[in-house]
């Protein structure tokens, strides 16, 4: 309850700050649809030529890609910690966050959270909705509720693998560059896997579950009964790793040394 | 609960990191690094009471901050036993730091971009800080500390002194009982530091507030501490009374003087005075140097006796600094 409570205190306080400077927020707003839209014209191109790509349809791949922004907004917006290394531990910020009585992790997603990413829920239903449409896909009354724990459920396992990796800089202080990195393999996991090799698709299922933020979910949607169990498994994955993800942030802390001077 | 710090064999260790030389070195830092295991903190022990002001002191690099650290439960200790307000501050770090006030100040503890009062508003609901505790402790806080003017400024545009003030006011908002200062003048002008020095001793009478505060400033000591721990290379080579420490090592005190006509040593030398005093020129800025040993009554007669012979253009009394102390203690020797 008080960690609820802390969420709406620290959003408020952020978007006080934030609208204080709205021109900054929209400008950030046409640069994600800008980024979304050369993303979806990169799909209708390869698919301009041939219409199948291992068994999936064009209007099936612009699906995924759809459900795909849905989990990735919600992580942009609460877990984009890609500067944690720079910001917290080599400039010592964590020293601060470590002196208030609120878990580390949860200190630091409140401080950082973008809640102008969540637009991209909006992009990603408009274009789930166009694609399901032109692919007349039924619509069960539970499949909303499905769609909301599939696609919170491939966030969690986003925002897991990337916590996992802002521990690393506990451990060492070494300038990594991993982080953008893993957002490039994070792309992969809006494409069906089956049209990678066994190798890769082993690692986006088990290593860093990518698959279960675009494909596995969405398969569900779109009917294909074959991919069901890993569907169905998103929500459980999720958890499991971001669990997991914890536990190796709360070990991470416990390493923590401090900005030397 | 009488001890608000007990330590115990408390040692904080870091590796250090040290790269070899020429290209062949370079590859095989690749694989392997060379590094060095050096004690930051060196199997200390002492205890803190309920309600003592304690300065903590030494030269730069001694581990005053490591210790501060993990008494804050930043840092978890390499070995040793730590209680703190009866707890151990890194395991049950959450509780724990209800119960404490952290300052930095070398680091801000509040929020670089929003509005003071924003940070106060959002420090009050971090600790659950009730609307009338807040308005009646606060209150008087942000008035003693003559921070009402600067609560709707960002902390980016409040100068060291400004800012100083209202991360002592931050660390306060939930009242705690224990109050950990790591450099908190450092860089202020003196008209702040007396402020602050006034406000740290109102607040420990007032709750019985306890304070653990490290300074290059033996005047903070002086105003505020009877209790000092002297630390060097991660070890504890003093802790007692402040008075002790200066009397058996602060060197005599220098009183410098510059006079309007020419003063002959010899003249200053048959000054009539009860106490032995050194007189000697330094050539290069003219000015004539006093060195006086005991009590600081003889500061003052001194003084009236030149100023009532001669006519004086400046004169200055130089304060013995806490690096000179520690100089002194190694060049003759802790007994
Ligand atoms: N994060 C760190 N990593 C490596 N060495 C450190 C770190 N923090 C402090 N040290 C080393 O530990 C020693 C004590 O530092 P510190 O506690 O900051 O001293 P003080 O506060 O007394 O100036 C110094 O030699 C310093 O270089
Ligand atoms: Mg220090």
């Known amino acids: 309850m008080f960690y609820v409570t802390m969420f709406f205190q620290y959003m408020s306080q952020y978007m006080k700050t934030r609208l204080e400077y709205r021109a900054d927020l929209v400008v950030e707003m046409i640069s994600d649809l800008l980024n979304q839209t050369v993303n979806l014209v990169f799909i209708l191109v390869v698919f301009g030529h041939t219409q199948f790509l291992s068994g999936w349809s064009r209007d099936e791949i612009i699906f995924i890609y759809g459900f795909f922004l849905i989990p990735f907004a919600l992580f942009s917006s609460f877990f984009n910690i890609w500067d944690f290394n720079e910001r917290y531990i080599v400039k010592g910020e964590m020293d601060r966050i470590l002196t208030r009585p609120i878990h580390s992790l949860f200190q630091v997603i409140l401080e950082r959270m973008e809640l102008e990413s969540l637009f991209g829920v909006v992009t990603g239903l408009v274009i789930v909705m166009y694609a399901g449409t032109s692919l007349n896909l039924s619509i069960n009354w539970y499949d909303p509720f499905l769609f909301i724990l599939f696609a919170i459920g491939g966030a969690l396992a986003y925002a897991a693998i990337f916590i996992a990796i802002a521990s690393i800089g506990f451990w060492s202080d070494a300038k990594t560059s991993i982080m953008p990195m893993m957002y490039n393999i994070g792309n992969y996991g809006r494409y069906p896997v089956d049209i990678y090799n066994k190798v890769i698709r082993f690692l986006l299922t088990w290593v860093l579950p990518f698959a279960f933020v675009g494909v596995y979910p969405a398969a569900y949607f779109l009917g294909k009964k074959e991919w069901y169990a890993f569907s169905f498994a998103t929500p459980l994955i999720g958890i499991i790793f971001f669990m997991l993800a914890i536990l190796i942030w709360n070990k991470g802390v416990r390493k923590y040394r401090g900005a030397g001077n | ?335």
Request: hydrophobic share 35%.
């Open chain 2, 1 to 335: 609960m009488n001890n608000a710090i007990e330590v115990s064999q408390l040692r904080k260790e870091f590796k250090s990191y040290s790269s070899r030389t020429g290209l062949k070195g370079a590859f095989r830092d690749l694989l392997t690094r060379n590094y060095k295991i050096v004690p930051a903190v060196n199997d200390i022990n002492f205890t803190v009471k309920q309600g003592e002001m304690v300065a903590y002191i030494g030269e730069n690099g001694a581990g005053k901050s490591t210790t501060i650290k993990m008494l804050t439960g930043i840092l978890e200790p390499t070995s040793g036993k730590l209680r703190v307000n009866g707890m151990n501050p890194h395991r049950e770090r959450e509780k724990f730091t209800r119960t404490i006030g952290v300052v930095f100040g070398q680091r801000s503890q509040l929020w670089w971009d929003i509005a003071v009062q924003e940070s106060f508003r959002l420090l009050k609901k971090v600790y659950k800080v009730s609307d009338e505790q807040y308005n009646e402790h606060m209150g008087h806080v942000i008035k003693t500390l003559d921070i009402g003017p600067l609560l709707d400024k960002p902390v980016r545009k409040l100068s060291l002194g400004q800012r100083m003030r209202c991360e002592l006011a931050a660390a306060l908002i939930h009242n705690p009982p224990l109050l950990f200062l790591d450099e908190p003048t450092i860089g202020l002008d003196v008209l702040v530091k007396l402020k602050i020095r006034e406000f740290l001793k109102e607040i420990n009478e007032k709750y019985n507030t306890t304070i653990l505060l490290t300074t290059h400033d033996l005047g903070d000591i002086e105003a505020l501490c009877n209790r000092v721990v002297m630390l060097d290379e991660g070890k504890i080579v003093y802790d007692g009374e402040l008075d002790a420490l200066k009397n058996n090592w602060a060197e005599e005190k220098e009183i410098h003087f510059q006079f309007m006509n020419h003063v002959n040593l010899s003249e200053l030398n048959s000054l009539p005075l009860q106490f032995s005093t050194d007189w000697e020129y330094d050539e290069k800025n003219q000015t004539y140097i006093a060195n006086i040993k005991g009590e600081d009554e003889n500061i003052s007669q001194l003084i009236s006796a030149v100023v009532s012979h001669f006519k004086i253009k400046d004169v200055k009394i130089h304060e013995t600094s806490i690096e000179e102390i520690v100089r002194n203690i190694y060049e003759k020797g802790m007994n």
